[in-house]
């Protein structure tokens, strides 16, 4: 291959690479005359101003530069445009900047404003704009490649492509879309819904129910007053101070919750960690491990290749199914049933309040009697074996393979305690 195919085969490659992250966002490419040409950048600006009254709302519609709205104790509107106008002389951005104008209008619901840009075919600017408004009146924002800031507003909606979203101190209800970049929420009075993609989402203080549609990034929530429900691919998930319940679904990245309501996780390949929950931990994943400590209510886990490690858990029911790892629960109460595959139990309950039911499949089965009491016991090992370290004494049986162990039968008013297994070993310990 020749030099020159060689240098066309890269630059066809770089075009294509660069193509494909422009198509999907990760990058913005404006071909403009300032990329290739020794352009000066010139600033100018337009004010405007309305006295009430005027509508409920208010409405911007922007592309290509910032927003930023503030609520202040003033009761009119003060509307800044900046406009930044890339061009080889300041005769040729004058000449722009005149065309480029802020417009303005009231159809009695709502006051939208915009620019002229829309008219141009290449643009070579940016429209960056600062408002105020009373506090507590609602905003509509439609915007793209450029930061929006909103602060003592009303109820909120605010679409953002490929721009950060940063809304605090909302009064009223807060829906955000955005893509590629972060959001930040903090302080919100009623619901908050979130749509957002390949960014990360930190949201602090709501005090209505909590909605997030997300996809490759973090989503960080802490003191969220009402429900909270997160569906994600590719999402991790911290959470802190979840008064109401929470529902998690996600894929390939952690969970991390603490001090959280009732709640059910859905993922696939996830780690998960619950810490100091309420009422209910209910949990489907896949080929990663589970934690969960601090616990007052009912645990249940459906997995497969998932470790479970559980400690502190006082409830009515405990219920988990996995495979090929281990599962280990100290200080829990409960009804307790454990069905395993490949893997290792380790199992030091508290006195018991409700039997306990194991049953594995090449799987060992270690069992920590709790504090001397005396339940009516059974064991049960295929091809496997028994090992009674108490000093009580208790009656073995061996036939067909099968080696059962059985104590203490005649306690028959307090919870019983049944563990089976093949191929492998059934310790009882002190």
């Keep these: 291959m020749k030099a020159k195919e060689i240098i066309l085969l890269i630059l066809i490659i770089a075009a294509g690479v660069t193509f494909y992250h422009a198509h999907t966002g990760r990058i913005y490419v404006d071909i403009i005359d300032h990329i290739f040409f020794d352009n000066e950048k010139f600033v100018y600006e337009e004010f405007q101003e309305f006295e009430p009254p005027f509508p409920p ?4 519609i922007n592309a290509h530069g910032d927003i930023e709205i503030q609520g202040t104790d003033e009761g009119r509107i003060t509307v800044s445009l900046e406009k930044t106008i890339w061009r080889r002389n300041e005769e040729h951005a004058k000449e722009i900047a005149d065309k480029l104008k802020m417009t303005i209008d009231n159809d009695g619901r709502q006051l939208t404003i915009s620019t002229t840009q829309g008219e141009f075919r290449r643009r070579n600017f940016r429209t960056n704009f600062r408002i105020s408004l009373p506090l ?5 924002v439609n915007n793209s490649y450029g930061t929006v800031k909103a602060a003592k507003v009303g109820n909120t909606n605010i679409t953002n492509r490929h721009g950060k979203i940063i809304a605090s101190d909302i009064s009223g ?13 903090d302080n919100v009075q009623s619901d908050c819904q979130i749509e957002g993609k390949h960014a990360d989402v930190f949201v602090n203080g709501v005090k209505g129910k909590t909605q997030i549609i997300h996809q490759y990034g973090k989503v960080h929530l802490e003191n969220i007053s009402q429900d ?6 590719h999402s991790g998930v911290y ?9 998690v679904t996600t894929s390939y990245k952690k969970i991390a919750l603490f001090d959280v309501g009732p709640t059910k996780i859905r993922a696939r390949h996830s780690p998960v960690e619950v810490e100091g929950a309420r009422e209910y931990v209910d949990i489907e994943d896949n080929y990663s491990k ?15 290749n998932l470790g479970v490690y559980g400690k502190s858990i006082i409830g009515q029911k405990i219920y988990i199914t996995s495979s090929y790892q281990n599962v280990e629960l ?23 309040t409700h039997p306990i039911e194991v049953k ?17 016991f059974e064991a049960r090992a295929k091809n496997g074996d028994i090992k009674w370290r108490l000093p009580d004494e208790m009656s073995i049986q061996e036939e067909n393979h099968m080696s059962t162990v059985k104590a203490f039968l005649e306690e028959k008013e307090k919870p019983s305690i049944f563990l089976s297994t093949s191929y492998s070993t059934i310790r009882i310990e002190e």
């Excluded at 709302?57 to 911007?60: A, G, Y």
């Excluded at 209800?173 to 929420?185: G, P, Q």
């Excluded at 959470?239 to 529902?247: A, T």
Aim: proline share 4%.
């Design 136 to 140: 507590g009146m609602d905003i509509e």
């Design 57 to 60: 709302q208010l409405q911007v």
């Design 173 to 185: 209800e807060l829906l955000i879309e955005n893509s590629y970049k972060d959001i930040e929420v």
């Design 290 to 304: 589970v934690k969960v400590d601090n616990l007052q209510g009912d645990l249940i886990v459906d997995g497969k």
């Design 239 to 247: 959470g802190k101070n979840l008064m109401g319940s929470v529902e």
């Design 228 to 233: 909270v429900n997160i569906e994600g691919s």
């Design 330 to 352: 100290f200080e829990f109460s409960g009804k307790t049933i454990i069905f395993l595959e490949h893997g290792e139990i380790v199992l030091d309950p508290s006195p018991l």
């Design 360 to 376: 594995g499949k090449y799987a060992g089965i270690k069992f920590y009697w709790p504090l001397r009491e005396k339940y009516p």
